[in-house]
């Protein structure tokens, strides 16, 4: 039994890998802050308080171990806001959105990889992580500070696992740009907040925005198919 571990479980791409991952047969367990309607298997919790989630990791690990024939931890819970310049951002929204998007992702993946040291199945971290942890982008000083974070978190994973007897893979996967709650947040932000706001709006009006559901059919594929070590620990979906 393949089992996945996806954060941001209740919308957007998390939903989608959910249910996705889930008609295939795989055991999929979703963390998030709600739980959605008529989904099994999902725990609720809220990732920017941090001190719980190694015990999280540690339980759902034992759970199914026994029964498992791989673990993939999917990382994909993240916030864009707080929205604005540097000088005029809140401090507490500051601190949440690093807890979210890049201090609870190494504590979920440090937990992952401790407790599955000795499991001899496949072993494998997907980061999901955005151009904007490779370009900066002005109002977003916070969000392209915590997804360039994940991504070379993922790269210094990727070369301590390369010696480690049963290694864990992994890799920093940009999704592209999807359409959902995420980029309704940017579209109902302030152009003095944020100056490329006109461009997301274009995204939305001129349908270049992605779905949730093809971007996880994109995902599952990459997933299925690729050998991280091979294509690395960073990656862009457009790539593919």
Same mark, same amino acid.
């Given at each position: 039994?393949?089992?996945?571990?996806?954060?941001?479980?209740?919308?957007?791409?998390?939903?989608?890998?959910?249910?996705?991952?889930?008609?295939?047969?795989?055991?999929?367990? !979703?963390?998030?802050? @709600?739980?959605? *309607?008529?989904?099994?298997? =999902?725990?609720?919790?809220?990732?920017?308080?941090? /001190?719980?989630?190694?015990?999280?990791?540690?339980?759902?690990?034992?759970?199914?171990?026994?029964?498992?024939?791989?673990?993939?931890?999917?990382?994909?819970?993240?916030?864009?806001?707080?929205?604005?310049?540097?000088?005029?951002?809140?401090?507490?929204?500051?601190?949440?959105?690093?807890?979210?998007?890049?201090?609870?992702?190494?504590?979920?993946?440090?937990?992952?990889?401790?407790?599955?040291?000795?499991?001899?199945?496949?072993?494998?971290?997907?980061?999901?992580?955005?151009?904007?942890?490779?370009?900066?982008?002005?109002?977003? !000083?916070?969000?392209? @500070?915590?997804? *360039?974070?994940?991504?070379? =978190?993922?790269?210094?994973?990727?070369?301590?696992? /390369?010696?480690?007897?049963?290694?864990?893979?992994?890799?920093?996967?940009?999704?592209?740009?999807?359409?959902?709650?995420?980029?309704?947040?940017?579209?109902?932000?302030?152009?003095?907040?944020?100056?490329?706001?006109?461009?997301?709006?274009?995204?939305?009006?001129?349908?270049?925005?992605?779905?949730?559901?093809?971007?996880?059919?994109?995902?599952?594929?990459?997933?299925?198919?690729?050998?991280?070590?091979?294509?690395?620990?960073?990656?862009?979906?457009?790539?593919?």
């Amino acid at each position: 039994m393949d089992v996945f571990i996806i954060t941001g479980a209740s919308k957007g791409i998390g939903l989608e890998l959910s249910r996705q991952l889930r008609a295939k047969g795989n055991k999929v367990i !979703g963390v998030a802050r @709600t739980v959605p *309607a008529d989904v099994e298997d =999902f725990v609720s919790a809220d990732l920017a308080q941090t /001190a719980g989630l190694v015990e999280l990791m540690d339980a759902l690990i034992d759970e199914n171990r026994e029964a498992a024939t791989s673990f993939t931890l999917v990382n994909n819970a993240g916030m864009v806001d707080p929205i604005g310049m540097i000088g005029s951002v809140s401090a507490k929204e500051m601190t949440t959105a690093m807890a979210v998007n890049l201090t609870a992702p190494m504590i979920l993946s440090n937990a992952f990889i401790a407790k599955l040291k000795n499991f001899t199945g496949p072993k494998r971290i997907v980061n999901i992580s955005s151009g904007a942890g490779r370009n900066a982008y002005e109002g977003w !000083g916070t969000y392209c @500070t915590t997804k *360039a974070g994940l991504d070379h =978190f993922s790269r210094v994973v990727a070369l301590e696992q /390369a010696n480690a007897e049963y290694p864990v893979a992994i890799v920093s996967i940009a999704p592209g740009i999807i359409d959902t709650g995420m980029q309704e947040t940017i579209r109902a932000s302030q152009e003095e907040a944020f100056p490329l706001l006109e461009r997301f709006i274009d995204y939305k009006e001129q349908g270049l925005l992605s779905s949730a559901e093809q971007t996880a059919e994109k995902l599952i594929l990459f997933m299925e198919h690729e050998d991280f070590k091979v294509v690395g620990p960073i990656m862009d979906i457009h790539n593919y």
